[in-house]
């Protein structure tokens, strides 16, 4: 009996790849090797922040092909866009993201107020060839409240509009006292479930960079949650907590492994 066949006896929820990791700046062994070991639990990856940039350019477009050799696709990160924004090089930054390879890019307003324009961000994304995600809340204003969230559902409404395949929900690296976490890191569970009644659960990603968040977010919306900006190294550990074969989440009816099937008569 093999792995797959095991679980499938105990019951486990079979399900298509909701987490998209990212890499901060590792070397291209160690995505190379995450890859072959969970390349089929990705729904994506992200070569976050800028370190793709200041990198050696060969290395980054090795990392980039392995992604495609293993079907996984890649985004760049929302930062630079934003600078390119400010600096008007939008348009030669979107090039620069084709030519190294990437699927998709990242728009957002986290810490620069650049007045995009979706429809036109979008087209000129797909003339390079690249999907468009846009991140919803900024890196420097705090936890959302009711107002906030009002402001970025009609943000997100427009971007989706406009041709956006996804929205991520920004906590950044800490998930305290940003986005949908307080100062204490604590999910607002309200809050956060209005972006999934307005967008669905197939485009809405939350970003759980840290355990707490990450448990939070699958304990509340259950095992098919889109999670994002969760290190290569954690991976497993969020997949086996969705599964319920964590030992918290074994402890959560809506986790637990359903246990073996009645045998048929």
Known sequence: MNTKEYLKEIGVVDLPPRTTPFDPGYDPGTVKEHLRQSAHLMAGIKISMACWQIADEGV???????????GVKTSAGGGPLEVAAYF???????SVCASVGLDGIEAGEGFIRNNLTPRDLVAMATDHGLDVQFELGEKHAGAFDDQVVDALLRQGQSWL?????LLVIEARESAVGVGLFDEKGLLNEALAKRFT????EDRTVYEAPIKRSQFALIDYFGPRVRLGNIRL??????EIYRR???S???Q?????PRGPAAPKR
């Open 233 to 238: 190294e954690e991976l497993l550990r969020v």
């Open 60 to 70: 980054t477009r090795e990392k980039i092909a392995a992604c495609k050799h293993y």
């Open 248 to 250: 918290d989440a074994f």
């Open 88 to 94: 008007n090089k939008l348009k030669e930054y979107m």
């Open 244 to 246: 319920g074969l964590h």
């Open 161 to 165: 509009d406009a041709g956006a395949k």
């Open 197 to 200: 009644q307005n967008f669905g």
């Open 252 to 256: 959560r009816e809506n986790l637990r």
